[in-house]
């Protein structure tokens, strides 16, 4: 079993950036696609990004490329969301997620077996 635990969420204004963390504990991570889905009061989870075991692959939603970046540092069992630029629609609880396999098909949030508990990101106008 694995723990993940977010962090680095807060209240900003449009235009400021932020760096989410997950970290995770109980299993390695190394050999796990990983990935960032956010939901919005009375929305769906929706699909941020996604990034292979080795880090070397991602996906993005459409809404956040070239403002989003999503990394890994698996010597420290770490995952992180550089969100640059952000908007007011960026506002949401941010959940971090562990699945078995890459893809950048993996969209849905039940292709990913762990979750975080969210972090609250509120971007102001």
């Known amino acids: 079993q694995v723990q993940l635990v977010e962090s680095g969420g807060g209240l900003v204004q449009a235009g400021d950036s932020l760096r989410l963390s997950c970290a995770a504990s109980?299993?390695?991570?190394?050999?796990?696609?990983m990935a960032w889905f956010r939901q919005a009061p009375g929305k769906e989870r929706d699909f941020v990004a996604t990034?292979?075991?080795?880090?070397?692959?991602?996906h993005y939603a459409d809404s956040v490329k070239g403002r989003f970046t999503i990394s890994r540092d698996n010597a420290k069992n770490t995952m992180y969301l550089q969100m640059d630029s952000l908007k007011p629609e960026d506002t949401a609880v941010y959940y971090c997620?562990?699945?078995?396999?890459?893809?950048?098909?993996?969209?849905?949030?039940?292709?990913?077996?762990?979750w975080g508990q969210g972090t609250q990101v509120t971007v102001s106008s």
């Open positions: 109980g299993r390695t991570l190394s050999n796990r696609a």
């Open positions: 997620a562990a699945g078995p396999y890459y893809s950048s098909t993996f969209t849905r949030p039940s292709y990913y077996n762990d």
């Open positions: 990034i292979n075991g080795g880090g070397g692959l991602t």
